[in-house]
Nanobody, 123 residues
Framework: QVQLVESGGGLVQAGGSLRLSCAAS????????MGWFRQAPGKEREFAAA????????YYADSVKGRFTISRDNAKNTVYLQMNSLKPEDTAVYYC????????????????WGQGTQVTVSS
């Protein structure tokens, strides 16, 4: 099992940047592919980015591609989401999750979730 705790959210103006962190407990963190999802008020939780267990492969939703970068440090049991050129439509609660299934962009393929961190982008 793995426990996940996100941090780094906050209020930022449009065009600004934030870096989210997700700290994991448990010795098996480095064996999991990891993902970031987000959920805006009144909307479904949607996929944002994913990274392989080694960090060698990444995958992004079209809505964040070119602006967000996912990375990980297995020595620190941490996965990151660097968010640049933020837009008001990026406002959401951001969740990190450990992938336990097959498809990276499907919410139900992730078995462990953090509690989320709020990101608010003002116009």
């Amino acid at each position: 099992q793995v426990q996940l705790v996100e941090s780094g959210g906050g209020l930022v103006q449009a065009g600004g940047s934030l870096r989210l962190s997700c700290a994991a407990s448990g010795r098996t963190f480095s064996s999991y592919d990891m993902g970031w999802f987000r959920q805006a008020p009144g909307k479904e939780r949607e996929f944002a980015a994913a990274i392989s267990w080694s960090g060698g492969t990444t995958y992004y939703a079209d809505s964040v591609k070119g602006r967000f970068t996912i990375s990980r440090d297995n020595a620190k049991n941490t996965v990151y989401l660097q968010m640049n050129s933020l837009k008001p439509e990026d406002t959401a609660v951001y969740y990190c999750a450990a992938h336990t299934g097959s498809n990276w962009n499907i919410r139900t393929e992730y078995g462990y979730w953090g509690q989320g961190t709020q990101v608010t982008v003002s116009s």
